[in-house]
C-alpha cells in the first residue's frame, strides 16, 4: 500500500468514527446490540412502577433499572436509597430531554396517564432513546401515528406494554386458535373490569385518558382480536353508562359494552368496567370452547378446552419480568418487537369507533 493510499484509508477511518460518534441513533442501538444488560428508566412513578415494574426490575436479565423520572422530590429520594439510583440518572419533567446525554439509559418506560404518552414517547425518541409505552398507546389514532412515526424517524424501537402478549397462559391458548385446533371461531364473549371506587384519579378524569373503555376496554379488545385471530370489520353496536355519575361525568364511561363482527360474520360481545369485577373470556369454536378465567390478571390466568387445562401457575410479577425481558432482547438482537406501536394504533381505532357508535347510536364500519 502506498503513502497515498494509507493515508486515505486512515482518514476515511477517521472520519467514519467521527461520524458514528456523532450520531446518537447509531452509537445508541450499536451500545445496545453490546450490553448484557440494558438501562431502563420509568417515566412516572405511580402504582405501577411502584409496585410491579421496579419489582419486575429486579428479577430481568436482560434489562435493569437504571434510571427514573418524576416531578416529586421527595419520591426521587426514596427511589434512589432503595435501588442505589446515582444522581446523574435521575429526572425531572423539566430536564428529561437532557436524557439523550446519559448513555446509561438505553430504554425509556413511559408510564403515565395517557393523555401524556403522546408528548414522552416523541421525546424519548427524538432523545436517542428506544420506547416502551403502558397502554393504553394513546388518546387518538392520530397521535399513535406521530408517535410510531417519532420513533421510525430517530431508528428507535417502540412497543407497547401488552403483557398478556408475553404470559405463557395466553400464549397457549393463542395456539389453540391460530393452528385451529378446535376448529374455526364461531363467536367470542369477553368481559375486562373492576370496582374502582376512587373519584379522582387520572381514570375518571376524561381529559386524561380516564373512562373504562381506555383503560380495561383496551384488554376486551385484545381478548376479541387475538381470540378471533382476525380485525374487526366493524362494530355493529356500543353503548356507555355510569351508576355514578357524580364520578363518571360529562359522557366519561363507567361501563362501556360493544358488539364486534368480524370476517365470515363472526361476532364478539365485549364489556368492560370500573364498577364491576369481571374478567373472563370464552371462545367457541368448531369442535368445543376455550374458556379463560381469570384471563388477564397479573396472576392466576387459568382455562381449559376440550383439549384440556390450560394453567402455568407464577407469581406477580412475573408478567412484567417477561415483558421486559423480551422486549429488551429484541433491542439487543435488532428484531421486531412481539408488540410494536402498530398493535396499539389498532386497538386506539377500535376504542375510537366504538365511542362514535354509543354517541350515534349506529353501527361504525372499521
Given at each position: 500500500?502506498?503513502?497515498?493510499s494509507?493515508?486515505?484509508?486512515i482518514?476515511d477511518?477517521?472520519?467514519?468514527?467521527?461520524?458514528?460518534?456523532?450520531?446518537?441513533?447509531?452509537?445508541s442501538?450499536?451500545?445496545?446490540?453490546?450490553?448484557?444488560?440494558?438501562?431502563?428508566?420509568?417515566?412516572?412513578?405511580?402504582?405501577?412502577?411502584?409496585?410491579?415494574?421496579?419489582?419486575?426490575l429486579?428479577?430481568t436479565?436482560?434489562?435493569y433499572?437504571?434510571?427514573?423520572?418524576?416531578?416529586?422530590?421527595a419520591?426521587?429520594?426514596?427511589?434512589?436509597?432503595k435501588?442505589?439510583?446515582?444522581d446523574?440518572?435521575?429526572?425531572?419533567?423539566?430536564?428529561?430531554?437532557?436524557?439523550?446525554?446519559?448513555?446509561?439509559?438505553?430504554?425509556?418506560?413511559?408510564?403515565?396517564?395517557?393523555?401524556?404518552?403522546?408528548?414522552?414517547?416523541?421525546?424519548?425518541?427524538?432523545?436517542?432513546k428506544?420506547?416502551?409505552?403502558e397502554k393504553?398507546?394513546?388518546?387518538?389514532?392520530?397521535e399513535?401515528?406521530?408517535?410510531?412515526?417519532?420513533?421510525?424517524?430517530?431508528?428507535?424501537?417502540?412497543?407497547?406494554?401488552?403483557?398478556?402478549h408475553?404470559?405463557?397462559?395466553?400464549?397457549d391458548?393463542?395456539?389453540?386458535?391460530?393452528?385451529?385446533?378446535?376448529?374455526?371461531?364461531?363467536?367470542?364473549?369477553?368481559?375486562?373490569?373492576y370496582?374502582d371506587?376512587?373519584?379522582?384519579?387520572?381514570?375518571?378524569?376524561?381529559?386524561?385518558?380516564?373512562?373504562?373503555?381506555?383503560?380495561?376496554?383496551?384488554?376486551?379488545?385484545?381478548?376479541?382480536?387475538?381470540?378471533?385471530?382476525?380485525?374487526?370489520?366493524?362494530?355493529?353496536?356500543?353503548?356507555?353508562?355510569?351508576?355514578?355519575?357524580?364520578?363518571?361525568?360529562?359522557?366519561?364511561?363507567?361501563?362501556?359494552?360493544?358488539?364486534?363482527?368480524?370476517?365470515g360474520?363472526?361476532?364478539?360481545?365485549?364489556?368492560?368496567?370500573?364498577?364491576?369485577?369481571?374478567?373472563?373470556?370464552?371462545?367457541?369454536?368448531?369442535?368445543?370452547?376455550?374458556?379463560?378465567?381469570?384471563?388477564?390478571?397479573?396472576?392466576?390466568?387459568?382455562?381449559?378446552?376440550?383439549?384440556?387445562?390450560?394453567h402455568?401457575?407464577?407469581?406477580?410479577?412475573?408478567?412484567?419480568?417477561?415483558?421486559?425481558?423480551?422486549d429488551?432482547?429484541?433491542?439487543?438482537?435488532?428484531t421486531p418487537?412481539?408488540?410494536?406501536?402498530?398493535?396499539?394504533?389498532?386497538?386506539?381505532?377500535i376504542?375510537?369507533?366504538?365511542?362514535?357508535?354509543?354517541?350515534?347510536?349506529?353501527?361504525v364500519?372499521?
Open positions: 500500500m502506498n503513502n497515498i494509507r493515508r486515505k484509508l482518514r477511518i477517521t472520519l467514519g468514527s467521527a461520524a458514528l460518534l456523532h450520531s446518537p441513533a447509531l452509537f442501538f450499536s451500545s445496545c446490540k453490546q450490553k448484557d444488560k440494558l438501562g431502563v428508566a420509568l417515566v412516572g412513578l405511580g402504582y405501577y412502577s411502584t409496585d410491579l415494574l421496579a419489582p419486575a429486579q428479577q436479565k436482560e434489562c433499572l437504571a434510571g427514573i423520572v418524576t416531578g416529586t422530590p419520591k426521587a429520594e426514596t427511589w434512589k436509597k435501588y442505589n439510583i446515582p446523574k440518572n435521575i429526572y425531572n419533567y423539566g430536564n428529561f430531554d437532557s436524557i439523550a446525554n446519559n448513555p446509561d439509559i438505553d430504554v425509556v418506560y413511559i408510564v403515565l396517564p395517557p393523555s401524556m404518552h403522546h408528548e414522552y414517547v416523541i421525546r424519548a425518541a427524538n432523545a436517542g428506544h420506547v416502551w409505552c393504553p398507546m394513546a388518546m387518538t389514532a392520530k399513535c401515528q406521530e408517535m410510531i412515526d417519532a420513533c421510525n424517524k430517530n431508528k428507535r424501537s417502540l412497543a407497547i406494554g401488552y403483557r398478556m408475553h404470559e405463557p397462559n395466553t400464549q391458548w393463542r395456539r389453540l386458535v391460530k393452528e385451529q385446533l378446535l376448529g374455526k371461531v364461531k363467536k367470542l364473549n369477553c368481559a375486562a373490569g370496582f371506587n376512587r373519584s379522582d384519579h387520572w381514570k375518571q378524569k376524561k381529559e386524561m385518558g380516564g373512562g373504562a373503555l381506555y383503560d380495561m376496554g383496551v384488554y376486551a379488545i385484545q381478548g376479541a382480536r387475538l381470540g378471533t385471530n382476525m380485525e374487526p370489520v366493524s362494530i355493529v353496536s356500543a353503548s356507555i353508562s355510569t351508576t355514578r355519575p357524580h364520578i363518571y361525568k360529562n359522557g366519561l364511561d363507567e361501563t362501556s359494552i360493544a358488539t364486534l363482527e368480524f370476517p360474520g363472526v361476532k364478539a360481545e365485549i364489556k368492560t368496567s370500573f364498577g364491576e369485577n369481571t374478567n373472563f373470556l370464552d371462545i367457541t369454536c368448531d369442535k368445543g370452547s376455550i374458556n379463560m378465567s381469570p384471563y388477564s390478571n397479573y396472576n392466576g390466568i387459568k382455562g381449559k378446552s376440550p383439549l384440556g387445562e390450560i402455568f401457575p407464577y407469581e406477580v410479577p412475573r408478567q412484567q419480568a417477561l415483558q421486559m425481558d423480551d429488551a432482547r429484541s433491542i439487543k438482537a435488532g418487537m412481539l408488540v410494536p406501536g402498530e398493535e396499539g394504533l389498532r386497538d386506539i381505532r376504542v375510537e369507533a366504538i365511542y362514535q357508535s354509543a354517541y350515534t347510536g349506529k353501527p364500519s372499521l
